[in-house]
């Protein structure tokens, strides 16, 4: 997605040779036209699937999620980042690593939310590892439901998660391919 990169050239920071900060494009601040776009293009790649329902983990993953729901007239669901030690028995939960936190956090998603009967596309901002994409993917295998692919808006493909991805045989789309971040600058690939 062209526009997206010259958004990324522009707007985006090298942090360190692993982390890109994005505040103003994903994860503090949105633009509605630009995120709209993003939708149009993941309900695009994604139409005539039988989806029923787009999910995300929360912050940063819900704007273009819902840009893409919106798009494809499904329902948005999200998992949520729990914070409290309290056991939730109506809820799925899955541990995972948090790349920018260094912690580790919960993604919890109340059972209610997900069934056998639906096929789930899973959009998301960004993927490193994809510790946060595998745990809400066992999320979505302990419910019954089916996943249909997983959207991304920018892979940083010199780390290892969306190839793992590729490799378990999900069909993984993403809007820009990052292949370095060395020396302060952004490559892209392609
Ligand atoms: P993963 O679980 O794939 O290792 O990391 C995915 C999550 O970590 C993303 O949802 C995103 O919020 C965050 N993340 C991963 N890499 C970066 C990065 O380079 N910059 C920012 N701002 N967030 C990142």
Redesign the pocket.
Known sequence: MEILKERILKEASV?NA?????DSL??HSVDPQLTMEMGKEFALRFAGEPITKVIT?ES??IPVAFATALQLGVPLVFARRKKTLIGESDAYCER?????KGIVTDLIVSRHLLSENDTVLFI??????????RGLIKIIEQSGAKLNGIGIVIE?SF?A?GKALRELGYRVETLVKIQSLENNTITFED
Request: proline share 3%; glycine share 14%; hydrophobic share 45%.
């Open positions: 942090i692993g982390v890109l900060k994005l994903l994860n983990v940063s993953g995972v690593p948090s790349f920018t998301d901002d960004i993927i490193a590892n994809g510790d946060a994409a940083k780390q998660g």
